[in-house]
Nanobody
């Protein structure tokens, strides 16, 4: 399985960005797909997850601002990020796996920088 993220960049606080993740090689091993992020000097943290049945989960810090979605036919994952804050600045990683919250595959990451 290969995961390739895109869509990161520099945005002002209050702005929006949309991240995408293209997955290849998924068969039944990408039932759960999600986004994690890691800021400099911090641990990697969960952002959002979506299962193949459409159920979604969000970190409290992004609820109401971020929306995760997936296209099961194309095996693509997206993260719409609105009302961005400086604390959202991080490297964002796409992840996938057969079981919820137990990811086996990771992308290389895409940088999101929010200027205040």
């Amino acid at each position: 399985v290969q995961l390739v993220e895109s869509g990161g960049g520099l945005v002002q606080a209050g702005g929006s960005l949309r991240l995408s993740c293209a997955a290849s090689g998924c068969i039944s091993n990408c039932n759960a797909m999600g986004w994690y992020r890691q800021a400099p000097g911090k641990e990697r943290e969960f952002v959002a997850e979506i299962r193949s049945d459409g159920r979604t989960y969000y970190a409290d810090s992004v609820k109401g601002r971020f929306t995760i979605s997936r296209d099961n036919a194309k095996i693509t994952l997206s993260l719409q990020m609105n009302s961005l804050k400086s604390e959202d600045t991080a490297m964002y990683y796409c992840a996938a796996g057969p079981v919820s919250f137990k990811y086996e595959y990771w992308g290389q990451g895409t940088q999101v920088t929010v200027s205040s």
